[in-house]
T-cell receptor, first 114, second 114 residues
Framework: AQSVSQHNHHVILSEAASLELGCNYS??????LFWYVQYPGQHLQLLLK??????LVKGIKGFEAEFIKSKFSFNLRKPSVQWSDTAEYFC????????????FGGGTRLMVKP | EPEVTQTPSHQVTQMGQEVILRCVPI?????FYWYRQILGQKVEFLVS????????KSEIFDDQFSVERPDGSNFTLKIRSTKLEDSAMYFC????????????FGNGTRLTVT
């Protein structure tokens, strides 16, 4: 079975600071990788996904993530955060031989101070 | 953009009562899911559903849970006899394909069992 770890539970940044949120997974097979964001009071929204190909994927709102297979990592980055990025961020994985069933990390709450 | 909608947004029930959580998936999606998040814990997979059958279910999804697609639009999760530990946020999701297809989530139903 897969598992996903997000190392930072809470992150506080000032506007314009750079962001990197860590995500590591454990699974021996081929995976799809996702980052979801949940703004206060809203649903989980897909930020970006990796299925195959270029390990550096770009998502919405200036976010990107890099899949490093050797490190089992899929860290989320943004060069300059805005106050509106305040949200909870979830890394998720699904095994490619297991349909679309997602395993989520514990989430990281990001607060961006204006 | 099409959305997954869930009702109610908040449900309070007494222990032992039955509850039905409702979801309307995106109209051209064929695969449906329920996840839950107990306060302070990870988002956990409960069940996936396709073609009027359960495709996968987790160990959480025991005999007190059931899912149904009673008509062409709704997808429901029933908990027959609620327990205190069923208190959680329940998320419905849908996807277009069975593999390599991102899940689209609803806003969730917060279930409180007293």
């Amino acid at each position: 079975a897969q598992s996903v770890s997000q190392h930072n539970h809470h992150v506080i940044l000032s506007e314009a600071a750079s962001l990197e949120l860590g995500c590591n997974y454990s699974y021996g097979g081929t995976v799809n990788l996702f980052w979801y964001v949940q703004y206060p009071g809203q649903h989980l929204q897909l930020l970006l996904k990796y299925f195959s190909g270029d390990p550096l994927v770009k998502g919405i709102k200036g976010f990107e993530a890099e899949f490093i297979k050797s490190k089992f990592s899929f860290n989320l980055r943004k060069p300059s955060v805005q106050w509106s990025d305040t949200a909870e961020y979830f890394c998720a994985v699904n095994a490619q031989d297991a349909g679309n069933m997602l395993t989520f990390g514990g989430g990281t709450r990001l607060m961006v101070k204006p | 953009e099409p959305e997954v909608t869930q009702t109610p947004s908040h449900q309070v029930t007494q222990m032992g009562q039955e509850v039905i959580l409702r979801c309307v998936p995106i109209s051209n999606h064929l695969y449906f899911y329920w996840y839950r998040q107990i306060l302070g814990q990870k988002v956990e997979f409960l069940v996936s559903f396709y073609n009027n059958e359960i495709s996968e279910k987790s160990e959480i999804f025991d005999d007190q849970f059931s899912v149904e697609r009673p008509d062409g639009s709704n997808f429901t999760l029933k908990i027959r006899s609620t327990k205190l530990e069923d208190s959680a946020m329940y998320f419905c999701a849908s996807s277009e394909l069975v593999v390599n297809s991102p899940l689209h989530f609803g806003n969730g139903t917060r279930l409180t069992v007293t």
